[in-house]
């Protein structure tokens, strides 16, 4: 479910944009010069990967499903600021040209999705792969959905905070940290256990074909 | 020029709504809005409706509960404010949508426009490929499939996922190389 535009307070989702901005800027420089010039396509189709992805369900006991976000398998498969970049052009793709989810909830959810999730993800990755590649994995697509769960839940429960009237009542986001911490956490830190083991299925059938592409 | 100033107002007009916490205000830019949107008013009310209803309901709902049970009395102000801008701001959204066209309104950086051309354009193939690949596993056994099964078929729709990226991404270079795209 996609936080709509209103909920988040300017006072909160300003300072993002700024810090969005420079991570952006500083991402598609670093994207730039790790890739050739190819970049652009191979951006293109990174971003189309991490939306279509958004539209793979990820199977939950009783026949019932989640989205998958794919934010941790991008960041092992392909890098942590190709991952965030490729992020962040989905959650503006999707508030922009189909009206999914807000534009001023988009450098909250950049930031905690592509850039905490992603950068999470794959320092996990790397510190853990040689110990137990398995592992590695599936903590890399676990924490890639609990992070920015967290991260969320805190700006969530920060609005009452910085945005309540003269009486002290909320103008935003109505609830606290008391509520919405455990309301996010609990059910994504279950949901990761599953994002983390289609990371670990996910990365072994690519890893199959990604040779033909390097020696192609 | 006029899809650009259409984008300016658009955002514009987004971050003047997030800063109202005045329910005559927003009702004020609800009504403004709706005129603007002509014909298609109820059309585009209903799509911002239904994409926020969700959310909006279920915080609702919730905080009017909590409320009512913890003080005995309904938040009706704060119920009234936020689902109108919520309503408002989703309005102005689907109304950007289907007066701009995105891809004129971001001509101004040519390598943006055609990696917005490129992801949207592959995006679509692929998710059509992922209800393809849903519809088919549903319709290869008359029982549901078991959740090791379904973490199987979600494991291989998310490889080819990949897979395609790998080759989009040569394709598209060479395409683009080839007709001086990149230069």
Redesign the interface.
């Known amino acids: 479910?996609?936080?709509?535009?209103?909920?988040?307070?300017?006072q909160m989702?300003?300072p993002l944009y700024a810090a969005a901005t420079a991570a952006w800027a500083y991402g598609a420089k670093r994207v730039g010069q790790e890739l050739d010039?190819?970049s652009?396509?191979?951006?293109?189709?990174?971003?189309?990967?991490s939306?279509?992805?958004s539209?793979?369900?990820?199977?939950l006991?009783g026949?019932t499903?989640a989205h998958?976000t794919?934010v941790g398998?991008l960041a092992v498969?392909f890098g942590f600021w190709q991952a965030f970049v490729a992020a962040s052009?989905v959650f503006a793709?999707q508030?922009?040209?189909?009206?999914?989810g807000?534009?001023?909830t988009l450098p909250l959810n950049a930031l905690a999705m592509g850039f905490a999730g992603a950068l999470a993800a794959r320092g996990l990755f790397l510190a853990l792969r040689h110990f137990h590649i398995g592992l590695a994995l599936f903590l890399a697509g676990w924490i890639g959905l609990t992070l920015p769960a967290l991260l969320i839940a805190l700006a969530l429960g920060a609005q009452p905070l910085i945005a309540a009237?003269a009486t002290g009542?909320?103008?935003?986001?109505?609830?606290g940290w008391g509520v919405t911490l455990p309301a996010l956490l609990i059910p994504h830190a279950l949901l990761g256990l599953g994002e983390g083991?289609?990371t670990l299925?996910?990365w072994?059938?690519?890893e199959?074909?990604?040779g033909r592409?390097q020696h192609? | 020029m006029a899809e650009r100033i259409k984008l300016v107002a658009y955002?514009a007009a987004?971050?003047a709504?997030?800063?109202l916490?005045t329910a005559a205000w927003l009702a004020g830019g609800l009504v403004i809005t709706l005129a603007l949107c002509g014909r298609a008013a109820p059309r585009l009310l209903r799509?911002?409706t239904l994409?926020?209803a969700?959310?909006?309901g279920?915080?609702s709902l919730?905080?009017a509960g909590?409320m009512g049970w913890s003080l005995h009395r309904l938040?009706l102000?704060?119920l009234i404010?936020?689902n109108l801008?919520?309503l408002?701001?989703?309005l102005l959204?689907?109304l950007?949508?289907t007066r701009v066209n995105?891809f004129q309104a971001l001509s101004f950086s040519r390598?943006l426009s055609?990696?917005?051309v490129?992801?949207?354009s592959?995006?679509l193939?692929?998710?059509r490929t992922?209800?393809d690949f849903?519809l088919g596993l549903e319709s290869r056994s008359l029982r549901?499939a078991s959740?090791s099964a379904?973490?199987?078929a979600?494991?291989?729709?998310?490889?080819w996922?990949?897979?395609?990226?790998?080759?989009?991404?040569?394709?598209?270079?060479q395409a683009?190389?080839s007709r001086g795209a990149?230069r």
């Open positions: 479910m996609h936080i709509p535009d209103g909920f988040i307070a300017p989702y300003l010039e190819s652009l396509p191979w951006l293109a189709a990174l971003t189309a990967a939306f279509a992805l539209f793979v369900a990820l199977p006991p026949g499903s998958v794919g398998l498969v052009l793709i508030a922009l040209l189909f009206g999914d807000g534009i001023t009237n009542e909320p103008q935003y986001f109505p609830f083991a289609l299925l996910g072994r059938l690519v199959r074909l990604r592409y192609g | 955002l987004i971050v709504t997030s800063w916490t799509r911002a994409a926020t969700a959310f909006s279920t915080v919730a905080y909590y938040p102000d704060w404010t936020v801008r919520v408002l701001m989703a959204t689907f950007f949508i995105p390598r055609f990696l917005l490129l992801a949207v592959q995006s193939v692929m998710k992922l209800a849903r549901p959740l379904r973490y199987r979600a494991a291989h729709a998310i490889a996922l990949l897979d395609r990226v790998l080759a989009n991404a040569h394709d598209s270079a683009m190389q990149l």
